[in-house]
């Protein structure tokens, strides 16, 4: 619990050199509007899926916005700090990603860049009780 508490998005990072993979995360960096802070991010991860082949290809995106909040935990709980940048549903999103990284059979789903925190941002206490509905 202490680590979902502590999750915050952060888009500022420690200056920290980047090499070969920073012409990637320039291009990364103009899929969407809203991840110009990925070209300045040590380290990007991208969540794709695929729906060839699944049992259950309609909860790809659900299982998909599972394995990004997971990341971003394991992220938090390492000390680092990131954001989740959504690419799907938007198409457009979705097909500049694609392209920058020769996706084959694969969708975009979410850019998670990260990495030693430039920020320090106290535990994000959201959680409002009278926001819960309690059934018996």
Not at 87 to 116: Q, S, T, W, Y
């Amino acid at each position: 619990m202490d680590t979902i508490l502590k999750r915050r998005s952060v888009r500022k990072w420690l200056n920290q050199p980047v090499e070969e993979e920073k012409a990637i995360l320039e291009e990364l960096s103009n899929s969407s509007p809203y991840a110009k802070c990925v070209a300045h991010a040590p380290v990007a991860v991208v969540v794709v899926y695929r729906t060839d082949g699944l049992r259950f290809p309609g909860c790809v995106q659900i299982d998909s916005a599972i394995a990004t909040e997971n990341i971003l935990l394991a992220i938090t709980d390492l000390g680092l700090g990131g954001v989740w940048l959504g690419i799907a549903p938007e198409e457009e999103r979705m097909e500049k990603v694609e392209k920058i990284l020769h996706l084959e059979n694969k969708h975009a789903f979410a850019i998670i860049p990260f990495g030693c925190s430039d920020i320090t941002l106290d535990p994000n206490d959201k959680y409002d009780e009278e926001r819960i509905t309690w059934y018996k």
